[in-house]
Every structure is written in structure tokens, then in C-alpha cells.
């Protein structure tokens, strides 16, 4: 077992309230329970000695694995070849129908013998806590009873296990056609004991879930040129949503590094308000109504909130369940994955001042028309009063979209962001025909558009720049197009697209920024973002430029993983970094698929 595998080198299996990461040597190195955001439970990606792992693999000295996903679903499948005989583990956790939050999870491993015969051993090494609670492990009939304070963990097999200090092992022999299997279920303190498995039970529940996301994926209107990779996509946004409230987190994970060895390791297990609202775009071009609607009413919620109170409406992320509160603290004894550290839990960029969010909040909020979301009116109060308060709040200095520890500068992509908030906010009013000031939104918006086009374009390189008075490039601004701020073939934007070209663009890949140019307060460098690629697939598709956009998007589907999914980065060996999988580059992907399939229909004539 590698002790830490390339972040590329797993899937991601989850029941709609948490998740899990397995590699491709079938260990699960990523567990939190009992939500997306509670201490992980495994965490050996984030610390192979420390932080506690589940493993069940084959014993060979000559063999190779692969993994695939059961089509259309979210069971992850891993294949062990080798020449005595190959082997295969099933991973899922059946999803959760209730939308209602429990302490109470469960990920299922099948294990079977497909030809000859293999020799599977289980390892259970949990870590309570991020590894640092104790625990006591009991052994019994079924399996093994891990206790924690606040959580218990039962361990259900269908084949003995033995103890091993604080852990458990075992190991099952299967010839061709035999199968085995375990159950791992965690709850609260003193929670029921789960009914005990049998591969008869295993098997039923692998069909219910199959079932579960079959009949969900049907909802799909997808019909375009690329559909495995888009509904991958989806199904992967479907497991980073929390189901009780809607949200959608950035990333299954906190902590993996955006160079290795350095200090950008954040933790992404939190909803955005940015990534989260353009994700209703994404939803709803694929026929996901639901989902976009919950996050739709998610949105108004934290509007409401705060109506009326002496702060900023929005804060830039949130806990799935609304609370505000995500304190940052390092995680010392963690050492990080391949040595990258400091580990984070929470995130201090909670208490920035983002000015885009509240243009993604009405740009997600004016998407929901399209769903039939006609705000009540406690709602359309909430959200006037933030218009009418943001109407002489937009223009100040803040730490932007890409959360830059160096200080608040005058972004240009937080004023068009502002500029689509009051822009959509005046189509909702129209549209509904409800009370506004639309005089002082439109007075606003209008003043934001003059001071971008004056102050946020420089001639020295063509193209409108990342922050007033400089000349460095930003790809956030690839939006632009979309939001409606320019037209996609206007000259001024055809000739910023250009200068990304010369400067941001690398064999197609797309670097945020340059931060040697414009520091961001943070040490070392960073990765190109995926993100960001398929901004500027969507941006070429719009400009006409159909076929590098094309081009652009099929080299970008050689670095997902061998399953489909993408990490927030790619690095310069092709390699995936930083937090996985992150929901903001497969919306995007969605986005850019949309995109490209209607530029390549219009071509041809379709």
C-alpha cells in the first residue's frame, strides 16, 4: 500500500449527507462522519500513520488494479488481476431518500472472486476525531464495536475477524463465483446495533442503490456529445450536495495541497455561496429541477437571516446547515499529505469581504425564475434590502473571488459581480412585477458598468486586468460573456481573450493568475485550474472560436482520473492537486459541455 497514492487514484462514493474517498488499492484514506464537515473518522490521505484507514485488498506480489464506477451510478468498483486469480470490491454507501439529517451511516464493501482464487485481507484502522481521540475496540460474533467519545462504529462482517491493539484485522479466502463482504456504520454513542450482513442483504442493497441513481440520472436531458463525462459530473455535484438542506460543498475533502510541499492546504468541506449559487445554471441545464430549487430556497434563507441586522447581508461560505461559524485552526500533529502542511480544518476566509458573491447570489436566484421560484414576499424583502443596502456598499476594496491573503484591492470580477447582482435584481423585479427601488439599482449598475469599462481595462495589454490600475490578467474574468456584462465577440473582449492566450494560457490549461506578478500573501506556487480551463472553453465556444474551443475541452478530458472526476488542479506533470473532487470544476465542465455542444449545433446547422 502506498502510503500516500496520487490524489488522482481514487473515487468517490457517498450517501448524500457524507462521504468517502477509496483508492485504487482499495483503501478508504477519506472518511468524515456524520456530515461532510465532521471530523474525519479516516484520514490517512492527510496522514498515513496517524490519521486511520479501512482496507480490504487482495495479498499478491504480482498483480495491478483498476477501478471503474457500475454505469450510471455512484458504486465504485475495484478490480484486482493478478495471475492465481481476480478479484473485485464493491463500494457504496446507500443514499439517504429521507432528506432528513441522522448521526447514522453506512458504507458497504463487497468483496468477490470473479476467476481462480484470491486471498482478501481486511485492515480497519479508524482514528476518531482527526486522530485525536482515543478509542476501545470489542470484538464480537459479527464483527467489532469501535467507541469514541460522542460516536460509535460498527464493524459487521461476514467472515472472522481478529483484534489487533486498537484495530482489527481478517482475511477471507474466494474461489470463482464466492462473495463476502462487510458493513461499516457509524452513529451516535450507544445507537442500535446495525441488523448483522448477509450476502444476500449486501446484494439487495447494491441493487436499491444502483436502482436509487439510475432513476435519478433519468431525469437527464442531456443529449449532447459527451455524456458519460457530464453525467459523471453530475452525479458527482448529486454526492457533494448535502440532501436535508440542499447545499453543495466545494470539495469532499480539506487539506490537500495545491503544491506539494506548500502551505495552500484549505479546507473545502463547506458551501460557498459563489460555487454553490452557479451551480443552479449547471443543474438546471441538465433537467435537475429539485436540486436547484433546494439550493434556490437555501440561498433565501441565509438572506433572511440576516435582514435587517448590522452586517454585511452574506458572508462567502457557510456550514451546510446555514451556521456561520467555521473558526481555522492547523491540525499540528497531521503531517500533511506527502509532508504539505499546515493541515486546516474550518476556513479564516470566512471573514473576508468577497463583494461577486452577491452577483452569483442573483444570478442563482434569477436562474430559479426559470423553475417557476417566485420568491414570497418575506423573501423578496430580504433580498431588496440587500440590493438597496449593496447600492452604497459595492465600491470598496475587497479580497476577491480568489481569496488573496494580501490584502483588499479594487478587483475588477467582484465589480462585474456587482454589476450582475443589480442587473438581475431589476429582472426579477420586472419580471414579478414587485416593489423596488429600480432607480437606485439601475443608477448602481449603470455606474459599475462606466467605472469596469474606464478603470479595469488596460491598454497596455489589450484586455480588462484583474484589479484597477494594473496589468495583470485574471481568468475569473472568463465569466464576463456569461454574466451578460459583454458581448462574447465584442473586440474589447475578443482582444482580452488574446492576451489570456499570451499570458495565462499553457498548452490549453489556464492559470488563475500570476501570483509572482500580483502576490496573493501566500508562499509558492500553484497548479493551472481546472476551473478555470473550462471558463475558457465556454468563453472560446461564445467567441466563435469553436474549434480550439473543442480541441481546449478534449485534451482537458485526459487529465480527469480514470473514473472522470477532477481535483481543483493540475500541475505541471499533468498531475491532480489540491482538494477532490471539487464541485466548482465539474460544474464548470457541465457548463462548458452546454456550451460547446450549442456552438457545435449552430455550426453545423443543426
Known amino acids: 500500500m502506498d502510503r500516500y497514492p496520487p490524489i488522482a487514484e481514487h473515487g468517490l462514493v457517498g450517501d448524500l449527507q457524507t462521504a468517502a474517498l477509496v483508492s485504487s488499492q482499495g483503501v478508504v484514506d477519506w472518511f468524515a462522519a456524520p456530515r461532510f464537515d465532521s471530523p474525519s473518522i479516516f484520514a490517512a490521505l492527510l496522514d498515513h500513520d496517524g490519521g486511520g484507514y479501512m482496507r480490504i485488498s487482495p495479498e499478491y506480489a504480482d498483480g495491478s488494479c483498476k477501478q471503474l464506477y457500475y454505469p450510471d451510478t455512484a458504486i465504485l468498483v475495484t478490480r484486482f488481476m493478478s495471475p492465481e486469480g481476480v478479484g473485485e470490491v464493491i463500494d457504496f454507501m446507500p443514499p439517504d431518500r429521507t432528506r432528513t439529517a441522522t448521526d447514522r451511516h453506512t458504507l458497504v464493501r463487497g468483496v468477490r472472486a470473479v476467476r481462480g482464487t484470491v486471498d482478501f485481507t481486511l485492515e480497519c484502522r479508524p482514528r476518531f476525531d482527526y486522530g485525536r481521540a482515543d478509542h476501545t475496540v470489542e470484538l464480537g460474533e459479527n464483527g467489532a464495536l469501535f467507541r469514541a467519545p460522542g460516536i460509535d462504529a ?20 474466494l474461489s470463482t463465483g464466492e462473495s463476502a463482504g462487510l458493513v461499516f456504520t457509524v452513529c451516535a454513542s450507544g445507537g442500535a446495533a446495525p441488523e448483522v450482513p448477509t450476502a444476500d442483504g449486501i446484494t439487495a442493497q447494491f441493487q436499491e442503490t444502483a436502482r436509487f441513481w439510475h432513476e435519478w440520472l433519468s431525469q437527464s436531458r442531456y443529449k449532447g456529445r459527451w455524456p458519460e463525462l457530464v453525467h459523471r459530473s453530475v452525479i458527482t455535484l448529486k454526492l457533494l450536495t448535502y440532501s436535508p438542506t440542499g447545499a453543495l460543498i466545494a470539495a469532499a475533502t480539506m487539506g490537500l495541497p495545491e503544491q506539494l510541499g506548500g502551505e495552500r492546504n484549505w479546507d473545502y468541506r463547506y458551501t460557498w455561496v459563489r460555487d454553490a449559487a452557479l451551480s443552479v445554471r449547471a443543474m438546471l441545464d441538465l433537467g435537475f429541477v429539485e436540486e436547484a430549487t433546494a439550493f434556490v430556497h437555501w440561498l433565501v434563507d441565509r438572506l433572511y437571516e440576516r435582514a435587517g441586522k448590522e452586517e454585511e ?89 480568489w481569496e488573496t491573503r494580501g490584502g483588499r484591492r479594487d478587483f475588477t470580477y467582484s465589480r462585474v459581480m456587482s454589476w450582475v447582482a443589480f442587473d438581475h435584481g431589476l ?70 481573450l488574446d492576451a489570456m492566450d499570451r499570458t495565462l494560457v499553457s498548452d490549453s490549461l489556464v492559470y488563475r493568475y500570476d501570483p509572482a506578478a ?89
Open 518 to 606: 500580483s502576490p496573493d500573501g501566500l508562499l509558492g506556487s500553484e497548479g493551472t485550474f481546472s476551473l478555470c480551463t473550462f471558463l475558457y472553453v465556454d468563453a472560446l465556444a461564445r467567441a466563435g472560436r469553436v474549434t480550439q474551443a473543442r480541441y481546449t475541452f478534449e485534451k482537458m478530458q485526459t487529465y480527469a482520473n480514470h473514473v472522470g472526476l477532477f481535483a481543483e488542479e493540475v500541475g505541471p506533470s499533468g498531475e491532480q492537486l489540491g482538494n477532490f473532487p471539487q464541485a466548482f470544476t465539474h460544474l464548470s465542465l457541465i457548463m462548458a459541455a452546454v456550451t460547446l455542444d450549442e456552438s457545435l449545433n449552430a455550426e453545423q446547422g443543426h
Open 154 to 173: 460498527h464493524l459487521q462482517t461476514t467472515f472472522p475477524v481478529d483484534q489487533d491493539g486498537q484495530d482489527v484485522r481478517g482475511r477471507v479466502t
Open 427 to 496: 429582472s426579477l423585479a420586472e419580471r414579478f412585477r414587485r416593489p423596488a427601488d429600480v432607480d437606485g439599482w439601475r443608477r448602481a449598475r449603470d455606474a459599475i458598468f462606466e467605472q469596469v469599462m474606464e478603470r479595469g481595462w488596460s491598454d497596455t495589454e489589450g484586455a480588462f486586468v484583474q484589479q484597477y490600475g494594473s496589468d495583470v490578467l485574471d481568468a475569473s474574468l472568463l465569466l464576463m460573456p456569461r454574466v451578460g456584462f459583454i458581448a462574447p465577440q465584442d473586440p474589447a473582449w475578443l482582444s482580452t
Open 313 to 401: 447581508p452574506l458572508q462567502t461560505m457557510y456550514r451546510v446547515d446555514g451556521n456561520p461559524d467555521l473558526p481555522e485552526e492547523n491540525l499540528e500533529h497531521f503531517e500533511g499529505y506527502r509532508g504539505s502542511s499546515p493541515v486546516r480544518i474550518g476556513n479564516g476566509a470566512v471573514d473576508q469581504l468577497q463583494l461577486d458573491i452577491y452577483g452569483e447570489a442573483l444570478y442563482g436566484l434569477a436562474q430559479g425564475r426559470e423553475i417557476g421560484h417566485q420568491a414570497n414576499y418575506r423573501g423578496w424583502k430580504a433580498l431588496t434590502r440587500m440590493l438597496d443596502w449593496f447600492a452604497n456598499a459595492w465600491d470598496r476594496p475587497d479580497e476577491g473571488i
